[in-house]
């Protein structure tokens, strides 16, 4: 069972964070606030949605969207190859002991305790199908916008908080920091997991069953890494205090985005597409 | 506590979200254990730590950031909801940071174990709750994850919550009492 994962220690090769593929196609160009907010709409209608019908249209929806950004499918495609599993064990689970709450619809097997009826069918294929859309949904906006658009975008939309004294400028801040610290802190532990590993600690050796002790493997890294995390912060007070950055003072842009026709069209076809999803009585 | 946000409090809550992205994107933030709602996870603890040191709003955002990395970066159909994925999370902060407060005032090294435990129950019992009103699982499967995944959770989340917190205060717990995990590493 000993196995020296040479791949584990490579932690900066698995983040996706700020992935971009640069096609220049009309989703690429799009005003980034206009993007954020159709997203969202469509998200929410894809998670409320619960006919066949309607998440069949959104799966075709998704779809399109790859072929309009110029991404390749297989992007998307790679997000959900690991899941498959999991989807396959949950619509198991669900298949069988979902009896309780979606007892209504046709019975088609009454065996002990198993009820499989037309809803949990109903139930586990529409999961699957939601699951699938919104992956496509947010690999095409994450690879089609970076993360300084994104970070533009919510703060440009959330402005109207203002009004209810929400820190809109503060919290978008935050969100770059975030963005900004995630491929620092995947070095750091890289470093610290080599330096303990080079003397004697063992990561992941340990089988899958002594669930105790893999925990505990991780504590001598996670606890340093919270310790660099808090020094970095306090570097970084330093720092911004020292140049006298004061929050909630009002502060301009550098970068002014502008919404064309062709982005309000979009919006437009996102409101449509939600209330079709939400509100269309779908035979199926 | 200084009300309003400092520039302390944004950068705090900054770097903590990025633990948080971190823990997920690299996998480090899960106790593999095999139940049907996948692995437990340590992915909230940042969250717990942001509101026991740094109030209410910076646990919150702490915990929006965790919950939209986990909705994005999801392998299991459930995560993929935002209202299981999203709206839970918001509350893991804010929880722990109430049961700090309260118990501050009797002693600070339980109060800072009793709002990692709390933080991490919260966690887990808001995401089933919501995933069984938004019928992923049944009622029955719910507790069972609750008691597989919400415990291991919440014992480890004490544990870090706790190493991590007394440093960062430099509590002093006595000369010769060790702290709790001295003697496990």
């Known amino acids: 069972m000993k196995k020296i994962a040479g791949f584990e220690f490579e932690l900066t090769r698995n983040i996706t964070i700020g992935q971009y593929v640069p096609t220049g196609s009309i989703i690429h160009r799009m005003d980034p606030r206009i993007k954020l907010a159709s997203f969202t709409l469509l998200v929410i209608s894809m998670a409320v949605c619960a006919t066949y019908g309607g998440n ?49 619809g046709k019975v088609l097997l009454n065996y002990g305790f198993i009820h499989i009826t037309t809803d949990s069918i109903r139930l586990v294929v529409v999961s699957a199908l939601r699951f699938v859309e919104i992956i496509f949904l947010s690999s095409v906006l994450t690879l089609s916008t970076s993360t300084t658009q994104i970070t533009h975008g919510i703060e440009s939309l959330l402005r109207p908080l203002r009004t209810v004294k929400f820190p809109v400028h503060e919290f978008a801040l935050i969100i770059t920091i975030a963005l900004r610290f995630v491929p620092t802190f995947a070095l750091e532990m890289e470093k610290m997991m080599k330096a303990q590993a080079s003397r004697g600690a063992e990561f992941g050796t340990g089988a899958w069953w002594r669930i105790v002790q893999r925990t505990k493997d991780v504590f001598p890294i996670i606890i340093p890494l919270f310790n660099v995390a808090m020094s970095r912060a306090e570097d970084l ?23 064309y026709r062709t982005d309000y069209a979009a919006l437009i076809f996102c409101i449509v597409f939600a209330i079709v999803l939400l509100a269309f009585p779908f035979p199926y | 506590m200084e009300k309003g946000l400092t520039t302390r409090k944004i950068v705090t809550a900054g770097v903590l979200g990025a633990i948080a992205i971190l823990l997920g994107v690299t996998r480090l933030g899960f106790i593999p254990v095999p139940t049907a709602a996948g692995n437990a996870t340590i992915m909230h603890v940042p969250a717990i730590i942001g509101g026991v040191m740094q109030g209410p709003f910076v646990g919150l955002v702490i915990g929006l950031i965790f919950g939209v990395s986990s909705f994005l970066d999801a392998t299991i159909p459930l995560f993929k909801d935002p209202l299981v994925a999203i709206v839970p999370r918001l509350f893991i902060g804010v929880t722990a940071y109430l049961a700090y407060r309260s118990l501050k005032g009797v002693n600070e090294i339980t109060a800072i174990g009793v709002a990692g435990f709390i933080g991490a129950i919260t966690n887990t019992l808001l995401v089933l709750l919501i995933a069984v009103i938004r019928g992923y699982i049944a009622p029955g499967v719910a507790v069972t994850i609750a008691l597989t995944n919400g415990i291991p959770e919440a014992i480890v989340s004490v544990i870090i919550t706790l190493a991590i917190v007394v440093a960062w205060k430099k509590l002093d717990h006595g000369t010769n009492k060790k702290s709790k995990i001295s003697g496990e590493l």
């Open chain 1, 56 to 104: 069949l249209l959104a799966l075709v929806l998704s779809c399109l969207l790859f072929y309009v950004s110029r991404i390749p499918i297989s992007y998307g495609l790679s997000g959900v190859k690991p899941a498959i599993p999991f989807i396959l064990i949950l619509a198991i689970l669900q298949l069988l002991f979902y009896s309780e709450v979606a007892s209504g």
């Open chain 1, 237 to 259: 007070v330093l720092a911004m205090e020292s140049r006298c950055y004061v929050p909630g003072s009002q502060r301009s842009v550098s970068k002014k985005y502008k919404a």
